[in-house]
């Protein structure tokens, strides 16, 4: 392998999402409008194996405040008490709708 392909892979763009990706995401926007909060144990539940990827995704879409921000998160004690593990704010952000109506009907 050349130095240039090893390098070059190193700063590539991450892979567009999947189908199965995407719809998982609109279920995750779908929670955050009606509930307001999100963790990872929902997302995963929803059917991503990774949720922490689906948050990063969120964030750079504007549908969750930063990481670094501490207004963005809030951390609760899990079920046995011996840890935390954070529930993320929904930033307000609604998805953009439509023009036309899919499907071809009228």
């Known amino acids: 392998m050349k130095l240039s392909q090893i390098l070059g892979g190193l700063f590539s763009r991450p892979l567009a999402a999947t189908d199965h990706q995407t719809t998982i995401q609109g ?20 059917g991503t194996t990774d949720a922490h990827k689906m948050f990063t995704r969120l964030r750079r879409q504007g549908y969750l405040f930063r990481a670094d921000n501490p207004r963005g998160h809030f951390l609760v004690p899990n079920h046995s008490g011996s840890g935390k593990y954070r529930v993320h704010y929904w930033t307000g952000k609604r998805p953009e709708r439509r023009a036309k109506v899919r499907g071809g009907r009228s």
């Open 27 to 46: 279920r995750v926007i779908t929670h955050l409008v009606k509930h307001g909060v999100i963790d990872a144990r929902t997302v995963l539940h929803m």
